[in-house]
C-alpha cells in the first residue's frame, strides 16, 4: 500500500489567493512525522514545514500552514497569499520514527499561480 | 559552500561507461541518502547510510555502487547503466534516528541530471 497519496497531480491558482495541496498517510506508528517539500523546476528539493505525529497544533511557516487531522490520517499544505514564484512541485513525505531513516514521499502536486 | 552540494549537475554517460556521482553535506549530519527521481514516479529511495553504515539498500540493481567514506561525503558508482536508469539523482542527508527524532527534516542537494545513451 502507498505510504503517501497525494490525489491532485495538478493544481492552478490565482496569484494572491490561497490554495491546500492534499496529502492522505498511512501508518500504524504511534511516533511519525510529517514533512512538505518545494521543488522548483531547478530540481532542489526545499523543506517548507514539519509536522510531528504528537503535535496537537497545526504547524505554520510564514504563508505556509499544515492542515494536520490525525484521526483522518490527512496533512494537506495551505499556502495563502500564492505567489509567481510558488509554482513549483510539491511533495508530502512521512518519517516513521521506529525505522527512522526511511522517509517516504508521494508522487507529487504541480502547482501553477496565474498572474 | 554551505548546504548540500552534488557534482557533476548533468552526466551523459553511454551504456559501457564507468562514472560517479559526488555528495558532500556541510551540515553536520550523520545520514544520508541516495534518491532516485524519475518522471511521474515517487522520489525511490535508493540507499542510506548512517554514521558510515549502510542501513537501507532498497532492492537497487548492482550496477549502482554506493560508498560512504565519512559522514560528510556520499559517492555513486555507475557502470554498465541502461537507458531506464536516465533520471535526477538527488543526495540528503539528515540527522539520524535518535530518541524523538522523527523530526529531523531531510535537506537536498540540487540534483544530478543523469542521461544514459
Known amino acids: 500500500a502507498q505510504k503517501i497519496t497525494q490525489t491532485q497531480p495538478g493544481m492552478f491558482v490565482q496569484e494572491k489567493e490561497a490554495v491546500t495541496l492534499d496529502c492522505t498517510y498511512d501508518?500504524?506508528?504511534?511516533?511519525?512525522?510529517l514533512f512538505w517539500y518545494k521543488q522548483p523546476s531547478s530540481g532542489e528539493m526545499i523543506f517548507l514545514i514539519y509536522q510531528g505525529s504528537y503535535d496537537e497544533q497545526n504547524a505554520t511557516e510564514g504563508r505556509y500552514s499544515l492542515n494536520f487531522q490525525k484521526a483522518r490520517k490527512s496533512a494537506n499544505l495551505v499556502i495563502s497569499a500564492s505567489q509567481l514564484g510558488d509554482s513549483a512541485m510539491y511533495f508530502c513525505a512521512m518519517r516513521e520514527q521506529p525505522r527512522g531513516n526511511q522517509f517516504y514521499f508521494g508522487t507529487g502536486t504541480s502547482l501553477t499561480v496565474i498572474p | 559552500e554551505t548546504g548540500v552540494t552534488q557534482t557533476p549537475r548533468h552526466l551523459v554517460m553511454g551504456m559501457t561507461n564507468k562514472k560517479s556521482l559526488k555528495c558532500e553535506q556541510h551540515?553536520?549530519?550523520?545520514?544520508m541518502y541516495w534518491y532516485k527521481q524519475s518522471a511521474k514516479k515517487p522520489l525511490e529511495l535508493m540507499f542510506v547510510y548512517n554514521f558510515k553504515e549502510q542501513t537501507e539498500n532498497n532492492s537497487v540493481p548492482s550496477r549502482f555502487s554506493p560508498e560512504c567514506p565519512n559522514s560528510s561525503h556520499l559517492f555513486l558508482h555507475l557502470h554498465t547503466l541502461q537507458p531506464e536508469d536516465s533520471a535526477l539523482y538527488l543526495c540528503?542527508?539528515?540527522?539520524?534516528?535518535?530518541?524523538?527524532?522523527?523530526?529531523?527534516?531531510?535537506?537536498f542537494g540540487p540534483g544530478t541530471r543523469l542521461t544514459v545513451t
Open positions: 501508518t500504524s506508528d504511534q511516533s511519525y512525522g
Open positions: 540528503a542527508s539528515s540527522q539520524g534516528p535518535v530518541a524523538g527524532g522523527s523530526s529531523y527534516e531531510q535537506y
Open positions: 551540515l553536520g549530519h550523520n545520514a
